[in-house]
T-cell receptor
Framework: RKEVEQDPGPFNVPEGATVAFNCTYS??????FFWYRQDCRKEPKLLMS???SGNEDGRFTAQLNRASQYISLLIRDSKLSDSATYLC?????????????FGSGTRLSIRP | DTAVSQTPKYLVTQMGNDKSIKCEQN?????MYWYKQDSKKFLKIMFS???????INETVPNRFSPKSPDKAHLNLHINSLELGDSAVYFC?????????????FGPGTRLTVT
């Protein structure tokens, strides 16, 4: 099993739709999780952090399921500007020597 | 105002050459990273420095040598460049420990080896 695994997509949905995608992780000791967004030919930027069961920020909701070892990202009322690649990120621990594992990303394309 | 800056943004060079990429952060973070993003868009950590000390060194050819003259800078020197080194290299920084692993990325350096 890969350390962090994502459905690569692409997800192609109409504007206004709700879309969700998952990320599974293998290290049961991981405590914190992140979703990053990467636009084409740009650097990744933090979208949301997930420390407990979930987090909500406007149209975006991230949820954590520790038992099944996955996190999800839900985007409601999707906008054209949401088109990007979404990266799931899982640090292996708390120390500065802990590896930070990036998933390979899920491509999302919102059509008018 | 740029939080994490990298130079150069684009680098085109021939096989066998030696090149350097520079990275600077003005966020006061204590940890800096180099990542490689290949053509399949997979982002993989190469090195991590905490307070100028190397703490993560993934399986990277020893042609790649990071150098951190101070906490705010982490440079990457690559010797004897190969075709397979072509990729986008991202520098990032964070304040490690506690609950925060938010990383701030530089704009990337697109390296093309011909």
């Amino acid at each position: 099993r890969k350390e962090v695994e994502q459905d690569p997509g692409p997800f192609n949905v109409p504007e206004g739709a709700t879309v969700a995608f998952n990320c599974t992780y293998s290290n049961s000791a991981s405590q914190s999780f992140f979703w990053y967004r990467q636009d084409c030919r740009k650097e990744p930027k933090l979208l949301m952090s997930v420390y407990s069961s979930g987090n909500e920020d406007g149209r975006f909701t991230a949820q954590l399921n520790r038992a099944s070892q996955y996190i999800s990202l839900l985007i409601r009322d999707s906008k054209l500007s949401d088109s990007a690649t979404y990266l799931c990120v899982v640090p292996e621990g708390y120390s500065s020597a802990s590896k930070i594992i990036f998933g390979s990303g899920t491509r999302l394309s919102i059509r008018p | 105002d740029t939080a994490v800056s990298q130079t150069p943004k684009y680098l085109v060079t021939q096989m066998g050459n030696d090149k350097s990429i520079k990275c600077e952060q003005n966020l006061g973070h204590d940890t800096m990273y180099w990542y490689k993003q290949d053509s399949k868009k997979f982002l993989k950590i190469m090195f991590s420095y905490n307070n100028k000390e190397l703490i993560i060194n993934e399986t990277v050819p020893n042609r790649f040598s990071p150098k951190s003259p101070d906490k705010a800078h982490l440079n990457l020197h690559i010797n004897s460049l190969e075709l397979g080194d072509s990729a986008v290299y991202f520098c990032a920084s964070s304040q490690a420990g506690g609950d925060s692993y938010e990383q701030y990325f530089g704009p990337g350096t697109r390296l093309t080896v011909t």
